[in-house]
């Protein structure tokens, strides 16, 4: 059990949540003196940063922008008098990637990872009725013993610079809202819940921690706002009679009404949104209440400009029209946690999720969606900080289950992107990192990792693992691109007629698949970056993708276009998108959305 409640920050009759968004003040620490310097007590000459957001493209100096270290923020919270005799926490949607926070110059908490959120309990530090400061010291850099990985180096100027071994831009920051919350002395701490469906009827599971012994009450309300089951302990089953499912793109929530009773009087109370649904894996179907479902989708990025990967509602909203308007009904959360309120919007819209951990980079290459096609190995799993990097993996694993297990969305956990599987070294780290997903999800949702392209049929040593086999391919990009597009074609097929000569039984779907294009650009005949390109390229793997059944899905690299660490394979980012950053269609968009309409569910 995590130290603190992953529980969402809500205003109950019970409970307060104060958002802290805005302006803080922050300041980067060039010179590596706030620590001895007490900066945890106040900047000494701070800069004015919007939060939530990533630091990066607000400045113009590229030094800033590529800063690698430790940098500061503060802001002044006020404690209200009432909140005195309860517990007082404050609430880190994520800072990347480590942070350690002080409130009024006493240091509170720490947290390594940089896409899950975090709380301190500063009950016994605060001044009621007055303000008080609180402090993070965040750090962005990069290490091997860390996820995402890579490395950070000095410059010949003496300036870090951040070595992703992943190619989305190292952004950084609190890049997600920050809460200040009260709670009750005893509280509702996690809610966990599985469902089973009997006929018309289903029946919702739960368990619910608390801080103390009191008796727990739960009632699930439908969207009428009727009662549909009540419930009494902190373990039990609502019976729920004509139950309405969480379906596919028609989205159906409760509110599972959790209370702390002391005899009439409620101590606590908290709500979660759930849909009643199942999610399971039958030979090569996946299954969702029992019907198969194919997955037609993306992989995304937390990416937009000027904020880069601070949560955006205005692009959240723009992000999830656009996915209702070409007919998808899912994505991944390529390639870390993405915000809750993210997840909650899938909810409500019947969105598919694979939710992935921030796993990236356990292949030792900046580029290693070209350099695992060479046959390069870099004994990855085979160094002495392998154990650190595991248990660090580990407890990012356990966050994020902790935090999105109650999501009818989430249907599936994403382990890793592009791990090296080609030595036996990766078998023993798989295995506790799949063990551990299965054993922390009540709902035993499906497991995937995503494949890189020289995991491939008898070299892969990891595939077993997977409850849903995950490909990332780039046949006819960094394989056989423009006119031997052909070739890329027949590689494709070979491959895919390796898969089907094991006899897996499992459900294959491809997690990255895409051509760069610029939207600019516009050639007859095509050529690679062209719009014309991009097209002949969509063309030929949904060809391979129609020729073989065990194929459940297609989710498409990338959503949009997006940053990436600047180079000569890319062009001011990666330019795989649908969509363009701006989040305007390429041409590509109308094939897909012609595809994606006529396709059944179950295709
Ligand atoms: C991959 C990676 C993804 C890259 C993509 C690309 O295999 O998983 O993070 O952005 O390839 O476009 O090269």
Excluded at 141 to 152: A, F, K, Q, S
């Amino acid at each position: 059990m995590l130290e603190y409640s992953m529980l969402y920050p809500k205003t109950t009759a019970s409970r307060r949540a104060v958002c802290m968004d805005g302006m803080w003040n922050f300041q980067l620490d060039w010179k590596e003196e706030g620590v001895t310097s007490g900066w945890c007590e106040g900047l000494p000459q701070p800069d004015q940063i919007p939060v939530p957001a990533s630091f990066q493209d607000f400045y113009t100096e590229k030094d800033i922008r590529e800063y690698a270290g430790d940098f500061w923020y503060e802001k002044e919270m006020f404690i209200p008098g009432e909140w005195e005799g309860m517990k007082v926490f404050v609430r880190f949607g994520c800072a990347t990637h480590r942070a350690e926070v002080f409130v009024n110059g006493v240091k509170v908490t720490e947290h390594e990872g940089g896409f899950l959120p975090f709380t301190a309990d500063v009950t016994d530090i605060v001044r009621y009725n007055m303000p008080n400061k609180v402090v993070v010291k965040v750090n962005n850099e990069l290490r091997v013993t860390n996820i995402p990985v890579g490395t950070t180096v000095t410059l010949a100027n003496g300036k870090k610079m951040a070595k992703p071994y992943f190619d989305f831009y190292n952004y950084s920051g609190l890049q997600r809202s920050v809460y200040l919350m009260a709670v009750p002395q005893e509280y509702v701490f996690d809610i966990t819940t599985d469902y089973e469906i009997c006929g018309r009827d289903a029946k919702v599971s739960y368990k619910i921690a608390t801080t103390g012994e009191h008796h727990v009450e739960v009632t699930l309300v439908d969207e009428d706002g009727n009662v549909a089951a009540r419930a009494q302990g902190k373990e039990g089953v609502l019976e729920v009679k004509d139950a309405h499912l969480w379906e596919v793109r028609n989205a159906y929530l409760y509110r599972m009404q959790v209370r702390i009773m002391e005899g009439s009087q409620v101590l606590d109370e908290y709500e979660e949104e759930i849909g009643i649904r199942t999610v399971e894996v039958k030979d090569t179907s996946i299954l969702l209440n029992g019907k198969p479902v194919y997955l037609k989708g993306f992989g995304k990025h937390e990416d937009s400009d000027i904020v880069g990967r601070g949560f955006n509602i205005g692009v959240m909203k723009r992000d999830f029209e656009l996915m209702k308007w070409i007919g998808a009904n899912s994505f991944r959360t390529s390639h870390y946690p993405y915000s809750e309120e993210i997840y909650k919007m899938a909810d409500r819209e019947g969105f598919l999720i694979i939710d992935e951990v921030p796993a990236v980079g356990l292949f030792e290459s900046l580029m290693n969606f070209m350099e695992a096609s060479t046959g390069k190995q870099t004994a990855f799993f085979e160094k002495d900080t392998t154990p650190i990097l595991l248990k660090n993996h580990l407890h990012a694993v356990e966050e994020m289950i902790a935090r999105d297990k109650n999501h009818p969305s989430v249907i599936a956990w994403s382990l890793l992107n592009e791990p090296e599987t080609t030595s036996e070294a990766a078998v023993p780290y798989f295995k506790e990192v799949f063990d551990k997903a299965h054993e922390l999800d009540v709902q035993k949702r499906p497991r995937t990792f995503a494949l890189v392209m020289n995991s491939v049929p008898g070299v892969c040593k990891c595939h077993q693992f997977s409850d849903i086999v995950a490909l990332n391919r780039y046949y006819g990009w960094y394989v056989k691109g423009g006119h031997e597009i052909c070739d890329a074609r027949e590689m494709m097929i070979q491959e895919m007629e390796g898969w089907k000569a094991m006899n897996l039984n499992k459900p294959f779907i491809f997690t990255e698949y895409g051509a760069d294009t610029l939207v600019s650009e516009h050639k007859l005949p095509s050529v690679m970056w062209s719009q014309e390109y991009q097209n002949e390229y969509l063309q030929m793997t949904n060809e391979v993708f129609d020729s073989f059944d065990f194929i459940k899905g297609e989710q498409i690299w990338n959503f949009a276009d997006f940053q990436t660490t600047e180079g000569i394979m890319r062009v001011n980012g990666n330019k795989k998108g649908i969509f363009t950053r701006q989040r305007q269609p390429k041409d590509i968009a109308y094939k897909l959305k012609e595809r994606w309409e006529n396709l059944p569910v179950d295709y």
